[in-house]
């Protein structure tokens, strides 16, 4: 879910999160990325209703983290109030990219339900592409484990 508020822009994830429907998250990210949210002051995340995260969605959010640092100059706050779910992202070195606050958002905010946009196969591989070297470039440490996932959609069908 997404929503634009007094010059916050607030991304809300929640449920099972999985790279087969996240391509209207990835949209977004890359929409404030790219600097086509002119009226984002700050960058808001709220993990607090997410279940599961993997490894695509959190790439998606490492380009949220950047598109803040490229347009805002700043980190996005991040909420994560499930204790697991703090852990993995600290695990992939989000800390470095984002204000972590391991407590509930409190938010009135009305967001609309992003969905998924259509995309065929070849967009979702490189949405997936994109995210990976996201994480790899948000710490050298992640590309032992994320590399091979970049290998194997950079090879020639």
């Known amino acids: 879910m997404f929503a634009r508020e007094a010059g916050t822009c607030l991304f809300r994830l929640s449920g099972e999160l999985r790279h087969t429907a996240c391509a209207g998250l990835d949209k977004l990210a890359h929409e404030l990325e790219h600097g086509q949210m002119l009226d984002c002051k700050e960058v808001v995340v709220d993990l607090g209703q997410a279940e599961f995260l993997d490894s695509t969605n959190i ?3 490492a380009t949220i ?34 204000v972590l606050v ?47 996932v970049v290998d194997a959609f950079q090879k020639p069908v």
């Open 65 to 98: 983290a950047r598109g803040s640092m490229l347009r805002l100059g700043r980190r996005a706050t991040l909420y994560s109030p499930r204790p697991e779910i703090t852990r993995l992202l600290r695990d992939m070195c989000m800390e470095r990219a984002f």
């Open 102 to 148: 391991d407590k509930k958002l409190d938010t009135h905010a009305e967001l609309v339900e992003v969905g998924d946009t259509e995309a065929d196969e070849q967009l979702r591989a490189r949405m997936v592409l994109r995210a990976h070297e996201a994480l790899i470039d948000l710490d050298e440490r992640n590309r032992e484990a994320f590399q091979p």
């Open 59 to 61: 790439g998606v959010l």
